[in-house]
C-alpha cells in the first residue's frame, strides 16, 4: 500500500503549502484532503475544529498516510495538541500529524531586528493565542500582535483577491495593525490562503516591514523532519504523485487548485 503524506487545509489555503512542499521534495507521494463543504473553519469554536480536523486526520490514516501535515492554522491553533496527545497515542503511536505555526515561529527570531511581529490571520487563529504562545516559547524578547482579517479568506475563495474591493480590506488591517504596534517589523501571513493577496499586502506594507509567508519555512521544516526521522521517511512512498480529496463538488475544487497549482489537477470528492 502506498504512503503518501497527507495534506490537510479546511479549503484552498494549504494548496499554497503543497506547492512549497513539491517544490523542495517532489519525489513524495502527496494526498490533499481539502473540507471544502464545511470551509472556513476560522469563525468556528474550538469543539467543532477539533471534531472536524480529527475527522480528516483519520479519513487521511484510512488512505495510507503515515505522516498527516495540518497545513491550517487554525486547525495547527484549535486542534493539534489535542489529536498528538489525547488521540494518537490510541489510533496508533506511530503515526504523526504536524502542524504549520511551529515552522513558522522558528523562522521569524532570526528575520525581526525591532524584536515586534505582527500576525495576520483568521479570528480562530488570533483568538486561540497559539502564535504567541509558541513565540515566547522560542523568543520570549519578541512581542507579538494579533489582526484577525475575516474578509481576507472569502476574498480568495471568491476570486476577488485581485480585484480593486480587496485593496480596501487589505490595506485596512494592514494600517490597523501597524496603528497597534509602530514598532512591527515583520508581519507573519498566519493564514495560507494569504499567500493570493500578495500583490496587496506588498502594496499596502511600508517598506522595512517584512512579510513572512509560510510555505517555504513549512516545506523547509519538512524536509529537516524526514531527514531526522529516518524510520518515518524510509515507509513514504516515493513515485511523485499528488492526488486530491474534497468534501464539496469536484469539479468546482478542479478550477480553484488550477488557480493555486499553476496546473489541473487529479480530485475526488469523498465525505468525512
Same mark, same amino acid.
Given at each position: 500500500?502506498?504512503?503518501?503524506?497527507?495534506?490537510?487545509?479546511?479549503?484552498?489555503?494549504?494548496?499554497?503549502?503543497?506547492?512549497?512542499?513539491?517544490?523542495?521534495? %517532489?519525489?513524495?507521494?502527496?494526498?490533499?484532503?481539502?473540507?471544502?463543504?464545511?470551509?472556513?473553519?476560522?469563525?468556528?469554536?474550538?469543539?467543532?475544529?477539533?471534531?472536524?480536523?480529527?475527522?480528516?486526520?483519520?479519513?487521511?490514516?484510512?488512505?495510507?498516510?503515515?505522516?498527516?501535515?495540518?497545513?491550517?492554522?487554525?486547525?495547527?491553533?484549535?486542534?493539534?495538541?489535542?489529536?498528538?496527545?489525547?488521540?494518537?497515542?490510541?489510533?496508533?503511536?506511530?503515526?504523526?500529524?504536524?502542524?504549520?505555526?511551529?515552522?513558522?515561529?522558528?523562522?521569524?527570531? %532570526?528575520?525581526?531586528?525591532?524584536?515586534?511581529?505582527?500576525?495576520?490571520?483568521t479570528a480562530g487563529?488570533?483568538?486561540?493565542?497559539?502564535?504567541?504562545?509558541?513565540?515566547?516559547?522560542?523568543?520570549p524578547d519578541i512581542?507579538?500582535?494579533?489582526?484577525?482579517? %475575516?474578509?481576507?479568506?472569502?476574498?480568495?475563495?471568491?476570486?476577488?483577491?485581485?480585484? %480593486?474591493?480587496?485593496?480596501?480590506?487589505?490595506?485596512?488591517?494592514?494600517?490597523?495593525?501597524?496603528?497597534?504596534?509602530?514598532?512591527?517589523?515583520?508581519?507573519?501571513?498566519?493564514?495560507?490562503?494569504?499567500?493570493?493577496?500578495?500583490?496587496?499586502?506588498?502594496?499596502?506594507?511600508?517598506?522595512?516591514?517584512?512579510?513572512?509567508?509560510?510555505?517555504?519555512?513549512?516545506?523547509?521544516?519538512?524536509?529537516?523532519?524526514?531527514?531526522?526521522?529516518?524510520?518515518?521517511?524510509?515507509?513514504?512512498?516515493?513515485?511523485?504523485?499528488?492526488?486530491?480529496?474534497?468534501?464539496?463538488?469536484?469539479?468546482?475544487?478542479?478550477?480553484?487548485?488550477?488557480?493555486?497549482?499553476?496546473?489541473?489537477?487529479?480530485?475526488?470528492?469523498?465525505?468525512?
Amino acid at each position: 500500500m502506498s504512503s503518501p503524506i497527507g495534506v490537510f487545509d479546511s479549503g484552498y489555503g494549504g494548496l499554497t503549502i503543497l506547492r512549497q512542499m513539491r517544490q523542495l521534495l %517532489p519525489q513524495y507521494d502527496y494526498l490533499y484532503l481539502g473540507d471544502n463543504a464545511r470551509a472556513p473553519y476560522g469563525s468556528h469554536s474550538f469543539e467543532v475544529i477539533y471534531k472536524y480536523t480529527l475527522q480528516a486526520v483519520e479519513a487521511l490514516f484510512a488512505r495510507g498516510c503515515k505522516l498527516v501535515i495540518l497545513a491550517c492554522n487554525t486547525a495547527s491553533a484549535k486542534a493539534l495538541r489535542t489529536i498528538q496527545e489525547r488521540d494518537l497515542p490510541g489510533i496508533d503511536p506511530n503515526r504523526r500529524v504536524l502542524g504549520v505555526i511551529r515552522p513558522t515561529v522558528e523562522a521569524i527570531g %532570526p528575520l525581526t531586528k525591532t524584536r515586534h511581529v505582527g500576525l495576520l490571520a483568521t479570528a480562530g487563529t488570533v483568538n486561540s493565542g497559539s502564535y504567541t504562545l509558541e513565540v515566547h516559547k522560542l523568543w520570549p524578547d519578541i512581542t507579538v500582535t494579533g489582526q484577525a482579517c %475575516p474578509m481576507w479568506v472569502p476574498l480568495v475563495e471568491n476570486y476577488e483577491f485581485d480585484s %480593486p474591493g480587496a485593496d480596501y480590506f487589505v490595506k485596512k488591517r494592514i494600517e490597523g495593525i501597524l496603528r497597534v504596534d509602530p514598532k512591527i517589523d515583520t508581519l507573519i501571513l498566519g493564514c495560507t490562503h494569504y499567500p493570493l493577496l500578495m500583490n496587496k499586502i506588498v502594496k499596502y506594507t511600508p517598506p522595512g516591514v517584512r512579510i513572512v509567508p509560510q510555505g517555504e519555512y513549512v516545506a523547509e521544516s519538512l524536509k529537516k523532519y524526514l531527514a531526522k526521522h529516518t524510520a518515518m521517511e524510509a515507509q513514504l512512498s516515493k513515485q511523485g504523485r499528488v492526488h486530491y480529496l474534497t468534501t464539496e463538488s469536484a469539479e468546482k475544487f478542479r478550477e480553484s487548485a488550477a488557480l493555486f497549482m499553476h496546473e489541473m489537477v487529479d480530485v475526488e470528492t469523498i465525505s468525512l
